[in-house]
């Protein structure tokens, strides 16, 4: 159901995610056999995730740059706007993965695009792992506000 | 961390293109530095300012899975044949290949990754101006050799790994007061006599992380009289450290223990009068001010305290007359202000003890230190 071209399409800003890692990181947060259709908004692309005919949510990936080498992530988002995980698809610093993490991840988890997400209060940091912390909470807080932004506009749903 | 050009295009022909191309390449610069400013209690010792550390980073990435990282330093500001101080260095310079989260091959001159400071090293991630006194004497920071290896993260999540076989340490340089520091080659025509292995193991959630690590091989450089074994001379190091933050409050602890078994052939051959174990370590405990005076600020201005213990005369070999003044105790109470995460402004006191009490003085350090 996922269409490979599609998945190669996903990352419009920075490296692409694997299409293997991806399609495992959707069925992960959505369960599987999902169906996921892309649509194109400004420059991401977006995934509407659904079974049957009931919308489960959204996705998109996107890329920050660590120290210096890009961190390719994805931010899932349920119909009700609420995060639902986030999932690291690349990551290649030498330091620092620690952001790949379930404990660290799951921080994230339900918040809104009105909650406040601040490394060092409400996202804890790690240590050694500094600037991959700041750059990925940056990255999330931004599609979040652009998938919740583009559902309330109508440009997903 | 500043991306250059490469990666700009890049981006702009996948964009405009709307077809992901396999292009990769980039090359980024960072950096870091401090500025330190000492001034000793004591007859005829005025303050003294350095630019202590400037470092220019330079990583390439040459596709997905293959880059090279590298930091060149010049400490003290200025190098001179036959001038005081100062030193030009390559502080690291390794290529890596990435095969998987789990595995990442490493080569070249890498640190060694034990304690704390070794790794993480920039001047914002520490508090109080200078290093501690333990990441000198004990842990020989910044330690670097060139060696092969592997990195990554264990499946299931929390654990991390390093791994690296690495020439070893040259026992000429050994000393009493600084240990194995002087022993380090640093990428230097370094003598694979005693090839060595070292490694650590991390733990981490959020807030918290624990580490462990190890170092063990021989240091005999295949010198005639400590023999030209691959483990003669051996040193075996173990090390273990914890970091906790938690709201406003910040901890850290270190310790660690080097046996230098051979410690009594060594003093024979060059007069080091190296102890045969070095132990000790430190805790750091740190409030951020700010916490409770701005609570909304994400500036920060930790107030900290830091206990050192160690001994390089820990135990000494026969032959060899331990030495008090090297059972080191200080404590460094002071002030960080970060204005940012990667900016640091800095001020302790220092009250420099031993149990021979020898030279007991306090210091007054202020430094100022940055990273990109």
Request: with cysteine; proline share 4%.
């Amino acid at each position: 159901m996922i269409a490979g071209l599609a998945l190669l399409l996903l990352a419009t800003q920075g490296p692409a995610a694997p299409p293997a890692k991806l399609a495992a990181s959707l069925a992960r947060l959505f369960g599987p056999g999902v169906r996921s259709d892309t649509t194109r908004v400004d420059t991401t692309t977006v995934l509407r995730v659904s079974r049957g005919d009931s919308l489960l949510g959204f996705a998109a990936v996107g890329n920050v740059i660590g120290k210096d080498q890009p961190i390719t992530f994805l931010v899932a988002i349920g119909p009700d706007d609420r995060l639902k995980d986030i999932d690291i698809l690349v990551y290649r610093e030498p330091y620092g993965g620690e952001v790949a993490y379930e404990a660290w991840r799951r921080q994230f988890r339900g918040a809104r695009v009105t909650d406040s997400l601040r490394v060092g209060k409400e996202i804890r940091s790690i240590s050694g792992a500094t600037i991959s912390v700041h750059a990925v909470t940056l990255g999330v807080r931004r599609l979040l506000a652009d998938l919740t932004a583009w559902h309330a506009t109508g440009a997903i749903r | 961390m500043r991306s250059l050009f490469g990666w700009a295009v890049c981006c702009a022909l996948v964009t405009t293109g709307g077809r992901r191309l396999d292009c990769q390449e980039r090359t980024t610069v960072g950096g870091y530095g401090e500025v330190h400013y000492a001034n000793a209690t004591g007859p005829n010792t005025p303050g003294r300012a350095t630019l202590r550390r400037f470092v220019v980073y330079l990583a390439h990435s040459f596709d997905d899975r293959l880059s090279f990282r590298s930091e060149l330093e010049v400490e003290d500001a200025r190098v001179e044949p036959g001038g005081r101080a100062g030193e030009l260095e390559i502080e690291q310079a390794f290529l890596d290949y990435r095969l998987a989260d789990w595995l990442t091959l490493r080569t070249g001159l890498v640190l060694v990754p034990v304690g704390i400071i070794n790794e993480t090293h920039e001047p914002p991630t520490f508090n109080g101006v200078a290093r501690p006194g333990f990441d000198n004497d004990v842990l020989p920071t910044t330690w670097r050799e060139i060696g092969i290896g592997a990195a990554g993260a264990i499946p299931g999540g929390g654990v991390s790994y390093r791994v690296y076989l690495v020439n070893g340490l040259r026992a000429q340089g050994f000393a009493a007061g600084e240990g194995i520091r002087e022993g380090r080659q640093e990428g230097q025509d370094a003598t694979f006599a005693n090839p060595s292995l070292t490694g650590r193991l991390e733990w981490a959630r959020p807030g918290l992380k624990l580490g462990g690590s190890f170092w063990y091989g021989g240091s005999a450089a295949a010198d005639s009289v400590l023999g030209s074994g691959t483990f003669d001379a051996p040193i075996a190091l173990v090390s273990a450290d914890a970091r906790y933050d938690k709201g406003a409050v910040s901890l850290r602890a270190v310790v660690a223990n080097i046996s230098v078994k051979d410690a009594g052939a060594i003093d024979a051959r060059y007069g080091t009068a190296v102890g045969s174990r070095i132990a000790g370590g430190y805790v750091e405990g740190a409030y951020n001010l700010l916490h409770a005076l701005a609570p909304g600020s994400s500036q920060k201005l930790n107030a900290f305290v830091r206990h050192e213990r160690y001994d390089t005369h820990a135990d000494v070999p026969a032959g060899v007359t331990r030495d008090a003044s090297l059972a080191r105790r200080m404590t460094t109470l002071g002030l960080t202000y970060k204005p940012t995460w990667n900016t640091a402004f800095k001020g302790d006191y220092q009250l420099v003890r031993n149990a021979g009490g020898v030279g007991e003085h306090e210091v007054l350090s202020l430094g100022v230190g940055y990273q990109f």
